[in-house]
């Protein structure tokens, strides 16, 4: 669906120009004929000026590029804006319609700079604690009142070098005194060069008392940026060894089990991001059978904990196994959330928070980092502190 959109975008823009040319500017002076090509072919222009920038450029992309990219995308949208309202005007040039369209222009471009703004120097930066009590009967009673911080989607291209955002998430998962840390994917955006060993010294400072548990989101699947000019396997390989030489447990299609000093277990489960949506990660999709062998070999009788980055990946379990708790990430809600309700809603069945269907819960993080835009609107970056209680 993303595609269809960016399209239907483009195709609109593209003949908003056009029909301003030919409404307007081809009966101008030659000097302002060439100045409106330069406006319009600045847009494409610097997206072909990033492609061959990151041909040419060894290693991952400076941090003030990928600044300088989101104020492009920012421009792209304010200058969208513009310039279909013009035409718009010029399409209703009938007494005051051109001053009304323009007004309109103002109007929106102010309140998206603005909203912008405020999202990437202010709520991008807030990060907040939620707080979830869930109840289960088959839940071991030396298990009652354990606690779970949940974070995902760190996206560390996305602090742009600095260190603040994640030192204040690790120095928050601390001081709640977790039993068990959860990491639901996407360390990095575009390559593992971007866990440096400052990054990797913060994060391994992270204390749970069982430990902290992690999987792979797509974005740590080398498919992005820098990870491509080597093999996946080495990208993945190359991030693995990171993880644990932080001390997290990273779980690839397996499960560790829990024990508490009665001797009564649970199972932390972490699946890997399915290869079938590797390369459409808003696809809806069903899992049968890739992840049968982690299952298979679980007792059915233990309570387990699945952390799966992507929350398509739900009914697939299901169908597999009883998920009596699944953690996920990856959506962000878009990294905007207004009056309950998200972009998210068009392209994912579940995108937010917490899901139960038939006894078995989904929760599903807004995450921490950003991706694209660094700004986040009304879904500010989010830890999750999860404490299950027994019903028994």
């Not at 003949?15 to 002076?29: L, N, P, V």
């Not at 939620?130 to 602090?159: C, Q």
């Not at 990095?188 to 060069?193: I, L």
Request: charged share 20%.
């Amino acid at each position: 669906m993303v595609i269809p959109i960016l399209l239907i975008t483009i195709a609109i823009l593209a003949s908003a120009f056009m029909y301003i040319w030919r409404k307007e500017i081809c009966h101008k002076s030659p000097t302002a004929k060439n100045v409106y090509k330069c406006f319009a072919w600045f847009l494409p222009g610097v997206i072909i000026a990033y492609i061959l920038f990151g041909l040419i450029h060894k290693g991952p992309m400076p941090h003030w590029f990928n600044a300088a990219l989101a104020i492009y995308i920012l421009l792209f949208l304010l200058t969208s804006v513009w310039v279909v309202a013009i035409a718009l005007g010029i399409w209703f040039d009938a007494g005051n319609g051109r001053k009304v369209w323009r007004t309109i222009a103002i109007v929106i471009c102010s309140v998206v700079t603005l909203t912008v703004l405020y999202g990437s120097l202010w709520e991008r930066k807030q990060l907040v604690v939620k707080r979830v009590e869930l109840n289960y009967t088959n839940l071991p009673e030396s298990f009652d009142g354990v606690t779970i911080a949940l974070f995902s989607d760190v996206h560390l291209s996305s602090m742009y070098g600095s260190h603040r955002m994640v030192a204040k998430m690790v120095d928050t998962i601390n001081s709640l005194n977790a039993d068990i840390a959860v990491f639901a994917g996407d360390l990095v955006t575009g390559t593992t060069e971007e866990l440096t060993p400052e990054f990797a010294d913060l994060l391994g400072s992270i204390r749970a008392r069982y430990g902290t548990f992690s999987v792979l989101g797509n974005h740590d699947m080398g498919i992005y940026g820098d990870t491509l000019r080597v093999p996946r396997a080495t990208a993945i390989s190359e991030l693995t060894e990171k993880q644990h030489q932080m001390g997290w447990r990273l779980l690839r299609n397996e499960y560790r089990l829990l024990t508490a000093t009665s001797g009564e277990q649970i199972a932390i489960v972490g699946v890997d991001y399915p290869e079938e949506i590797l390369e459409h990660s808003h696809r809806s999709t069903t899992l049968a059978e890739n992840y049968d062998g982690v299952f298979s070999t679980l007792p059915d009788s233990l309570f387990r904990i699945t952390i799966a980055h992507a929350p398509q990946m739900w009914d697939g379990l299901r169908e597999l196994a009883r998920q009596d708790l699944t953690l996920s990430g990856h959506v962000h809600s878009m990294q905007m959330k207004l009056f309950g309700t998200s972009p998210a809603r068009l392209f994912y069945k579940r995108w937010s928070g917490l899901y139960e269907e038939n006894g078995e819960r989904l929760y599903i993080t807004d995450g921490i980092g950003s991706v694209v835009i660094p700004a986040r609107i009304g879904a500010p970056p989010e830890l999750t502190l999860i404490t299950l209680r027994s019903e028994k």
